[in-house]
């Protein structure tokens, strides 16, 4: 078990942590290794979800170990100012997927062959109900596929893990300019492939906008 090799890491001492913020248990993590396992069981699930919609879940577990002991070994690096832990763990799991670029295009080339993936339907579901939802799936894993890196990051981090600008920003190390600009070209990009459909009805501050 994956919650099991953190703890190997970091020691077995749990406490009652459940109103501390994510700031808070971080630091207490540097005088008290153990308190670190509460960030697994507060975010593991939902960076599992978003690792496994990358690449597939038969990686998943080992991208999501790793994401967590390297953020343990990071944590006396955290800022202390950010509440919520989710954008350093969603950019230290975006840092870890890097190594993963074949298998992540390889999905999408089985996906635009094919146009049935789960993964997609969360697009899907916001186009236009005039295009065909397999069409629209080969279509939609096509143009991710022939984003740049950064692009499908940016994008990703938005539209799966649904952070923020600000948020996805601070995840990918850049400033939020330059998601901004990434965010535009992607979108820019699948409305192209999808003839003038955009599938991700990203606004900033609101993915749901």
Same mark, same amino acid.
């Given at each position: 078990?994956?919650?099991?090799?953190?703890?190997?890491?970091?020691?077995r001492?749990?406490?009652?942590?459940?109103?501390?913020?994510?700031a808070?248990?971080?630091?207490?993590? +540097?005088l008290?290794?153990?308190?670190f396992?509460?960030?697994?069981?507060? +975010?593991?699930?939902?960076?599992?979800?978003?690792?496994?919609?990358r690449?597939?879940p +038969?990686?998943?577990?080992?991208? @999501?170990?790793?994401?967590? @002991?390297?953020?343990?070994?990071?944590?006396?690096?955290?800022? /202390?100012?950010?509440?919520?832990?989710? #954008?350093?763990?969603?950019?230290?799991a975006?840092?870890?997927?890097?190594?993963?670029?074949?298998?992540?295009?390889?999905?999408?080339r089985?996906?635009?062959?094919?146009g049935?993936? #789960?993964? @997609?339907v969360?697009?899907?579901?916001?186009?236009?109900a005039?295009?065909g939802?397999?069409?629209? /799936? %080969?279509?939609? $894993?096509?143009?991710?596929g022939?984003?740049?890196?950064?692009?499908?990051d940016? =994008? =990703?981090?938005i $539209?799966?893990a649904? @952070?923020?600008?600000e948020?996805?920003?601070? $995840?990918?190390?850049? #400033?939020?300019?330059?998601v901004?600009?990434?965010?535009?070209?992607?979108?820019?990009?699948l409305?192209?492939?999808?003839?003038?459909?955009?599938p991700?009805?990203? %606004?900033?501050?609101?993915? +749901?906008?």
């Amino acid at each position: 078990m994956i919650e099991q090799r953190l703890v190997a890491e970091s020691g077995r001492r749990e406490g009652d942590e459940s109103e501390a913020d994510d700031a808070v248990i971080v630091r207490r993590s +540097h005088l008290e290794p153990e308190v670190f396992a509460v960030l697994f069981r507060r +975010h593991a699930s939902v960076i599992k979800r978003y690792i496994a919609r990358r690449i597939g879940p +038969h990686d998943a577990e080992d991208v @999501l170990a790793d994401t967590f @002991l390297e953020a343990f070994r990071q944590r006396q690096r955290y800022d /202390s100012s950010l509440v919520d832990a989710r #954008p350093w763990l969603y950019g230290i799991a975006t840092n870890r997927l890097g190594r993963f670029r074949r298998t992540e295009l390889k999905q999408l080339r089985a996906m635009e062959r094919t146009g049935i993936d #789960p993964v @997609l339907v969360c697009f899907t579901d916001r186009s236009d109900a005039r295009v065909g939802a397999k069409l629209m /799936s %080969q279509r939609l $894993a096509g143009a991710l596929g022939r984003l740049s890196a950064g692009q499908r990051d940016a =994008l =990703l981090l938005i $539209a799966w893990a649904e @952070l923020t600008y600000e948020e996805t920003a601070a $995840a990918l190390g850049v #400033p939020v300019g330059t998601v901004r600009s990434r965010i535009s070209r992607a979108r820019r990009a699948l409305r192209d492939a999808l003839g003038g459909v955009d599938p991700t009805a990203i %606004q900033e501050g609101s993915f +749901h906008g």
